[in-house]
């Protein structure tokens, strides 16, 4: 690093590649639905407690769910986060991702029909 050499012993470089592994890698889990770094960058959106992959969104990576969130209107419904392969279940799966987690500010202005919100910048 910064033209300096750094050795490690075997087991400080495995507990290194762990620790960036877990930085990387991750679960979180919100009241409707699950979201998953992956470690090979891709992030993934699946409703809470589903089992089959009907029920889950693979994104290239997080910044891609960001771009799509930019690109929603200020008002947005299952319908408008549709694309190639969303069935129902995921659109609304992702709406209520949307809504629950901390990086997107918005809020569920509507259950039916189901419907986020972005609250506007201060």
């Known amino acids: 690093m910064d033209g300096e ?3 490690l012993e075997r087991a400080e470089a495995a ?3 762990s620790a960036l592994g877990e930085a990387i890698a991750g679960r979180r889990e ?3 639905t699950v979201g998953e770094h992956r470690e090979d960058g891709s992030y993934v959106v699946s409703r ?3 089992e089959s992959s009907g029920h889950r969104k693979v994104f290239d990576s997080f910044a891609a769910l ?3 969130y930019e690109r929603l209107p200020d008002e947005f419904t299952a319908q408008d986060v549709g694309g190639d392969g969303l069935t129902g279940s995921r659109r609304h799966a992702l709406v209520h991702h ?4 901390p990086a997107f500010d918005c809020t569920l202005a ?7 919100r972005k609250r ?3």
């Open 110 to 116: 509507s259950r039916q029909p189901l419907t986020g």
């Open 48 to 50: 809470r407690g589903a």
């Open 30 to 32: 919100f009241l409707r």
């Open 120 to 122: 506007p910048d201060e």
């Open 5 to 7: 050499t750094h050795r």
């Open 98 to 101: 949307l809504v629950e987690h």
């Open 15 to 17: 507990g290194l590649r």
């Open 66 to 68: 960001e771009r799509l």
